[in-house]
């Protein structure tokens, strides 16, 4: 539509216009005023509902028994013995009268393995080793698969056609662990009833004697007796990478672009390899092959080689391995320096730690947990919990012949009674206590576990802190003044205010909006009623039967709406002469007992509850959609209602500057006519 602007009457229609359009919007400014009001409530009870929900976190802390039962412990002499102590343990006294032995942890040394740089690759070491370091030839691999949740199903990736097949004499070498559990491979399907073990096959097919679920971890450490690397090489290329280090130079075949070449001669002392034909080199220390020209894009290659390799196996019992120890086999590459064998062993679940002694040459292993856990009353010789295979381990690291001292239990005497463990740091009873020294000079030393008084008040004066933080805010809110001449602003006159202007008439606008709220006052009044009813069940005092019984009362000033304050000596009395009283009358009672048997914290999370529920389908939270709350569906109509009235407020536009155009080209064609008059009566004198 055209709309003219006041050229024949010379009128402001525009400033018309938008003065009658104020008068006609005035019934929308109010719809969104209305609409912003609901959108403060929303904000201010769901801001009550997390102070609600942030005062249930305590509550359900309170319901806990260790906030009633913490117990402190005395030692008479603590650099004999010391001990900390649960909420589950007793008042209660304990006299250690000797100590005979403490608890100590099996370890080995060997005689010293020779002048070795652990940080070094064991393959350039080789000759430092006392004892000497013995090669195998194959591959080693490592693969993670997927349980499928069958028994068979799952296969390693091997390219079985040119040679790369499970060494198959060699599997009890080898490691499979489902989800961190350990199978024993075995070298068939014949599997031993309760045990967890898995048979690999020449081709990787493995097959475990029971179940592996779905989604299970499965990690296989295996040996080939070849491993294949393929790959297809850039334009210009004159290198190649092989996946291992220290490769054998016998039966190394390498194929590029469908032409063999194999290893003519071996220079030792650069360990570099010539390829027939001249086609280039290898250095069997990286795994690098180098071409003696570019090749061309995308041509094929494909290597087939062994390398170097050794293995060993650690066996421990441990606390928690019962009659089998537990087994960790080790596949060592000789590009692995002896530093990353140790880490590899110190990470492992053989129950271990072992470190290298550069200035000595020798090695120390020691299991992790102190104490004596096999000792077979059929075997003449004492056992030790330790045991390792493997040349590796025995010869060249020479644990085979090293010096062994057996782990030892602690043996001490407590309240007359001798007894053993396999730690310094036990629990009896819920005490937590740990052995310091040897001692048995007819003093005793004694450990008093006493109820923590102080501990109790304070988690108790906390609670009654958050209960007057609540009180507090949802009474600020509720007795909040109203000023009801300070609506939401219209755009039009934020437009005439200062930002700090807003804020200030916002502020004002905002107040009160939940004043005498009747969710919220009743949720007062049920949580001061709850906390004041008496409580009454098989587990309560009658003498400390209410909170006022223990110290706990209102204040005395009405304005604070029910807050409490706590009577510091009366309530420590009662927690230190009768705590399970206390108790009672805070958690006692089951959560389903009648109203007036459960303790004031059951009652007070259903209050809290309820109150939160009410809130809830009064204002939703932050994932509610608005057709899930009371307050959300009257925006959603606002919303509405709002819509369609803008849209005619469009065509009320419409109609005045449809009117006002006709007005103008009425009043343009009175001048045309007039002009047209004046000139013929001009024209005729």
Do not use: C, H, P
């Given at each position: 539509m055209v709309r003219i602007g006041g050229l024949a009457s010379g009128m402001d229609i525009d400033s018309l216009v938008k003065d009658l359009m104020k008068a006609e919007r005035l019934p929308l400014d109010k719809l969104k005023q209305k609409k912003q009001i609901l959108e403060w409530q929303r904000d201010d009870y769901?801001?009550?509902?997390?102070?609600?929900?942030?005062?249930?976190?305590?509550?359900?802390?309170?319901?806990?028994?260790?906030?009633?039962?913490?117990?402190?412990?005395?030692?008479?002499?603590?650099?004999?013995?010391?001990?900390?102590?649960?909420?589950?343990?007793?008042?209660?006294?304990?006299?250690?009268?000797?100590?005979?032995?403490?608890?100590?942890?099996?370890?080995?040394?060997?005689?010293?393995?020779?002048?070795?740089?652990?940080?070094?690759?064991?393959?350039?070491q080789t000759s430092n080793f006392t004892a000497g370091l013995t090669w195998q030839k194959g591959a080693v691999g490592s693969s993670n698969l997927v349980g499928n949740g069958s028994t068979t199903g799952l296969k390693l990736d091997l390219a079985a056609s040119d040679g790369e097949t499970i060494k198959t004499d060699d599997l009890a070498k080898m490691s499979v662990k489902v989800n961190g559990v350990a199978y024993e491979v075995v070298s068939s399907t014949s599997f031993t009833t309760g045990k967890n073990q898995v048979h690999i096959d020449a081709n990787g097919s493995l097959t475990f004697s029971n179940t592996v679920a779905a989604g299970a971890t499965v990690k296989v450490n295996y040996i080939t007796n070849n491993k294949v690397q393929t790959g297809s090489l850039a334009d210009g290329a004159k290198s190649f990478q092989l996946n291992k280090k220290n490769i054998v130079a016998d039966d190394f075949r390498l194929t590029v672009g469908g032409t063999d070449y194999s290893i003519t001669s071996v220079d030792p002392a650069t360990n570099v390899g010539q390829l027939s034909n001249g086609f280039g080199s290898i250095n069997l220390t990286t795994g690098e092959i180098t071409f003696n020209a570019a090749q061309t894009a995308d041509t094929e290659i494909k290597a087939v080689y062994q390398q170097e390799y050794a293995d060993f196996s650690i066996s421990a019992y441990t606390s928690a391995s019962g009659n089998e120890p537990v087994k960790e086999n080790f596949l060592i590459e000789s590009s692995e320096s002896l530093n990353s064998v140790i880490n590899r062993v110190n990470s492992s679940k053989a129950g271990v730690s072992m470190f290298f002694d550069s200035a000595t040459g020798k090695i120390s292993m020691m299991r992790t947990e102190t104490g004596d856990f096999y000792d077979d009353p059929n075997t003449p010789e004492r056992d030790y919990d330790i045991s390792v295979t493997g040349d590796f381990a025995s010869v060249t690291l020479g644990f085979s012949s090293a010096a062994k001292t057996h782990g030892e239990n602690a043996a001490f005497v407590i309240n007359g009674l001798s007894t053993t463990r396999h730690s310094n740091t036990f629990d009896l009873n819920g005490v937590n206590i740990t052995l310091k020294k040897e001692f048995d000079d007819g003093t005793s030393a004694s450990l008093s576990i006493n109820n923590d008084g102080n501990k109790v008040f304070e988690n108790i004066k906390s609670f009654v802190d958050k209960y007057n933080e609540l009180i507090g805010k949802i009474n600020g809110k509720t007795s909040e003044e109203k000023y009801r001449s300070y609506t939401p602003l219209t755009d039009e006159q934020r437009e005439q205010l200062s930002d700090k202007q807003q804020e200030l008439w916002e502020e004002k606008a905002k107040s009160g909006l939940l004043r005498r709220d009747s969710i919220l006052t009743s949720a007062l009044s049920s949580m001061r009623m709850k906390m004041y009813q008496p409580v009454s069940n098989n587990d309560i005092n009658p003498l400390y039967n209410q909170l006022a019984s223990i110290g706990i009362t209102t204040t005395s000033n009405y304005l604070e709406g029910g807050k409490l304050e706590i009577n510091e000596a009366k309530l420590k009395e009662a927690i230190n002469n009768n705590p399970d009283a206390v108790e009672a009358l805070f958690r006692g009672g089951s959560e389903s007992a009648a109203e007036g048997e459960k303790g004031i914290i059951h009652r007070l999370y259903d209050s809290v509850n309820e109150t939160m529920n009410k809130l809830k389908e009064k204002a939703g939270n932050s994932f509610s959609t608005n057709q899930q709350f009371a307050l959300g569906r009257t925006l959603s109509d606002l919303d509405s209602r709002i819509g369609r009235f803008e849209e005619r407020m469009i065509q009320v536009e419409d109609r005045y500057w449809r009117q006002f155009t006709a007005m103008e080209k009425a009043i343009q064609r009175s001048n045309e006519q007039s002009m047209f008059l004046m000139n013929q009566f001009g024209g005729g004198m």
């Open positions: 769901r801001a009550m509902n997390t102070l609600l929900l942030d005062f249930r976190t305590q509550l359900t802390q309170m319901k806990l028994t260790t906030q009633y039962r913490a117990r402190t412990v005395t030692s008479s002499d603590e650099s004999r013995i010391t001990a900390t102590a649960t909420s589950a343990a007793s008042q209660a006294s304990y006299s250690i009268s000797k100590v005979t032995k403490l608890a100590s942890a099996e370890n080995w040394v060997t005689n010293g393995v020779g002048t070795v740089d652990s940080s070094k690759s064991l393959a350039s």
